[in-house]
């Protein structure tokens, strides 16, 4: 018989897509079949694992392992990757290591598990926002989850956020509760709107622009203009432009559109990099989006009425917001030593 479960330290999801799934839909304790049925689980069987090597050279001595799985009593089994710190002489393919915890008290040191996913799309995205080609201090990342490590060693010490993912000794699988296991980063019903708007945009740069036309904004000068935009929410501000010619020529800055994305809707990383502002119909459609967008991802316990995969990627994106602000005083610590 099998001994536990643990779960990943990002989401708290399970380390295997072996769910059990109701077509008739009335099972309490079990997923619903016509929920789940065209949603990728396979990420969930994915692992690796953030660890410490006390001989690696260098001021950062952590190490990310490659794909891996997990085995049982907290055991994993990992590939080496490329890690340079990772352990010598450890290069085989499956390599055992131990989560969370040295449950069989043998000086193994531990690591933190997580989906591949939930580390690399999720946790980096969240950690580096504010400077995107800024490398990871691994070493303080791993000081932070060191520090929310405890209870019972299946997952950090966190709020997961609704619906709550459980850590009993094995995954608890709760009708209505589908989205936990649903893909957080590939989401195909994204997808699709946003290739919907950069066809537009391609469309729209061989064609001619909308003539301008009159409108009440005319008269305000701009900086009044700019005045309503900064009052406004993203989706809002598209709306707007795409309602007014006056509106829509008035251009702002990079760095306040990038920042009122980021305090809006910062797991909506896709939007981001797309130039929305190129015409009336783009920012039409890309505040539809915006605005549908969240109302699409919150997860409520009252219907489906949400896209599983955003309301899951939404939640883990507040589970790394934790993490993050633990992070970023650990670096003000660091830089205070240097100085
Ligand atoms: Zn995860």
Redo the contacts with the bound molecule.
Sequence with gaps: MGGWEI???????PFSSQVEMDPEGTEEDSYRYDVLKDCDLG??DNLCALGFNLEAGGVDKSFITGNGYYWDYGGIEVSGGTDPNFPLGRDADQIPMVAYHDFAEIGEPHVFP??P???HD?LLRCLKQDKPGKKIRGDVLFNVLEGLNGGRYVRLQLSYGEPEPRAEQVWCQQKGHEVLVVN?VIIPQIDADLDFIKKSLNQNANSSQIPPREDIFDKLPHELRHEIFKLLPAGSILALKSASWAMHITTLSRDFWRDRLRSEVPWVWEIHDINVFQSQESEDRASKLLLDIQKKSAYTSESDDYILGFANRRR?WGVCEQIRARYVEGLACISDLDS
């Design positions: 779960y990943c330290a990002i989401c708290g999801g990420w969930l997580f989906h996913i939930c580390y999720i957080p883990i």
